[in-house]
């Protein structure tokens, strides 16, 4: 299977072969292999290294066009069922004047992603569409709007698709010392099938191998956040950042999910409602390299989870993770005249993460060097 | 705590009408607009610092550069690099990607909104290979999104 899935990628880039040496075709391509500490992110600890490799074909047939191809294999070591595909392919359109007051920006997207057998579950298509706007007025003050929707289907059950929509506008404004204030603030709405309770108010719960989509209800989730970020330099070769969000659900009465050991695999990972506070810093001191490092701060509350080790509802509640994450980053790119461009780096990362339930008290830490070539 | 239900309501308000107010205090005022100060990517550096070369590192003014050639010459190389997030002006494009390049950066501040489903944690750049391996972002669920 895995050979199969390499000769489809070489099939694809080969039927593109006549264009690559076309002015209007830009390719990226990467490696990567890394190592982390803990690669479910949870009490498990349980550690494995990987490598990706990475293929990125864009195409602009017209100035304000660009047609793009994506194909992307990562294999794991120890878990070997998490190695995976993904593949797809996009648009974007900008039919504005570079030096235009108004910039429309428009885009679509559609990925599809194979895992192996052990985590065939888990294979999903996910499709976006996007319209943003952003605009100027004299040169210190920017402001954008922008519309999203998003689909994302699962193949082997329905239970855990989801669809959303996002809508957003945001102001940066240029102030004394330059100093830059931006400020966010957006609306979302996201569909998704929870636990019917007058079901599992009275049966327990009966493992994943017994559940139907007779025992789903869909629900919605309504979405708010607000985000503002300082940004400045630092003299003439270090730059900084703060930024604060705080989202919310402003529906009192969510619905329940089944719980997932697999941190970053579940459904629900990114459905969470609280604050957050980062902070990167970027700098050029060290001569032709790029150095970023950043510290963060997370308060999340996921959704009422009816874990694989409980079986009544009432004992479901939600999940509540207090996280800091540092990382430092460093990469040396190297501009040819030739109009090739090739950038190693090296990217290290730190993650502490206290939960109300001990299945997700952890910590992490990982690395991983690679290597991009782009033409 | 939740914030109360119509303060974002007031605050997408105030900032569509912020703008149409200073646009009107700003009417008639003639800057040179692309050398002024603005960091829509939040990196804190100036988004107009020249970077002929696009390897993501400002051209220092102070120093004699070996800069890609002008297109006032034959040597022009072609290439672009839509993640360098400077303004590399002092070339002018010749081919499509290189005019797309252009017309990007004038749309960088429509990255992936902060507070979004997609967005994650949105922290870290990532190592900038993949999208599919867990530790460089952009992954939630099994997804993985551009």
Known sequence: MQSALYMRLFIV?????????????????????????????????????????????RYHPLSFVEFNLLGEYTHYDSITGLSNFLGGGGFTLIPTKADADIALHISGNFNTQRYREAFKGFNN??????????????SWVHHRAGFLLNSTSYLDSKRFDQKSYEIFVGINVVCPWENSLDLEVGHGGLKYNSIREDIFGVLPNPGEDELNDTMFVERNINSFYISPKVSRPLGTKTGINIAFTRRYFADT?????????????????????????????????????????????????????????????????????????????????????????????????????ESSKDLYDYSDWSISLGIVFKK | MNLPGKLPVILTAILFMTPLMMSIALAGTSENQEN?????????????????????????????????????SSESTGFVNFDAGFSNSQVTPHT?????????????????????????????????????????????????RP
């Not at chain 1, 298509?125 to 004299?138: H, L, M």
């Not at chain 2, 999208?131 to 972002?137: D, F, L, W, Y």
Request: glycine fraction near 10%.
């Open chain 1, 13 to 57: 880039i080969m039927l593109f072969s006549p264009v690559l040496s076309n002015a209007n075709v830009a390719s990226e391509f990467g490696v990567n292999s890394g190592y982390t500490q803990n690669l479910i992110k949870d009490s498990s600890d349980i550690d494995d290294s990987y490598y990706t490799m990475s293929e990125k074909l």
């Open chain 1, 125 to 138: 298509n996910n499709a976006d569409v996007s319209v943003g706007i952003q605009s100027k007025f004299g």
């Open chain 1, 253 to 353: 009465d969510i619905g329940y999910v089944f719980g997932s050991s697999n941190e970053n695999l579940s459904p629900w990972a990114s459905l969470w409602e609280g604050n957050s506070i980062t902070s990167t810093v970027k700098t050029f001191l060290i001569p032709t390299f790029i150095a970023t490092s950043g510290i963060g701060y997370w308060e999340k509350r996921y959704l009422k989870t009816l874990e694989k080790d409980q079986y009544y509802l009432n004992q479901a509640e939600a999940r509540v993770d207090y996280q800091s994450r540092f990382f430092l980053k460093l990469q040396r790119p190297f501009s040819m005249r030739s109009g090739y461009f090739i950038e190693p780096s090296i990217y290290m990362e730190y993650t502490n993460n």
């Open chain 2, 36 to 72: 002024s100060f603005v960091d829509l990517d939040g990196d804190g550096f100036n988004d107009n610092a020249i970077d002929n070369n696009a390897d993501g590192i400002p051209d220092d003014p102070n120093e004699q550069i070996d800069t890609v050639p002008s297109d006032d």
């Open chain 2, 96 to 144: 499509n990607s290189e005019k797309f390049a252009r017309l990007s950066f004038t749309t960088r501040a429509l990255g992936t909104n902060r507070g979004g489903f997609g967005a994650g944690d949105d922290f870290g750049p990532g190592n900038g290979i993949g999208i599919g391996a867990i530790s460089a972002g952009g992954c939630s669920g099994g997804v993985c």
